[in-house]
């Protein structure tokens, strides 16, 4: 793999961030954590309160909570960004961090983990977040997987 791999995820549990780093592992990739500024509770993630703050930033999409250590992506050329799927989509944070960085001419690689769905809408919102890359469908890391699950994923995907 080569030198210029970046791989960075945002997780609030756990599972995203046990799954980038067997990513970076897997691709020689360096490894960094998007940090939201304020962090998100187990109440702010309560799917099923339509007051908890996870699902008042998925019905608002222009919500963008704020990263609290800028990620230098310069130097990199394939970019993993990694995420768990909020309502069939990224959470907004991955939006924030798109929109404070230049991806042009990069490739980006979108992976998410979930405990039922897929990618749904991402690749397409993050074409438009970044129109002068090239953003790839991606896939998804789902149940701890293991170094060989990680490579036969990239074989498939031709990554």
Aim: hydrophobic letters at 35%.
């Amino acid at each position: 793999m080569a030198n210029n791999i970046l791989v960075v995820y945002f997780s609030c549990s756990g599972i995203t961030a046990n799954a980038a780093k067997t990513l970076a592992k897997v691709t020689g990739g360096e490894l960094k954590e998007i940090i939201p500024a304020v962090p998100y509770t187990k109440d702010d993630l309560n799917w099923m309160d339509k007051n908890s703050r996870s699902t008042i930033e998925c019905r608002d999409q222009a919500c963008r909570p704020e990263i609290a250590e800028k990620i230098d992506i310069n130097g990199y050329d394939v970019i993993y960004v990694g995420f768990p799927i909020w309502w069939y989509r990224e959470p907004n944070i991955i939006d924030t961090f798109l929109e404070s960085n230049n991806f042009s001419g990069k490739t980006i690689v979108p992976f998410a983990t979930s405990g039922s769905s897929g990618l749904g809408k991402s690749a397409a919102n993050i074409r438009k977040l970044c129109p002068r890359s090239t953003v790839k469908e991606g896939f998804m890391l789902n149940h701890n997987p293991s170094t060989e699950d990680v490579k036969n994923i990239l074989i498939k995907f031709d990554l």
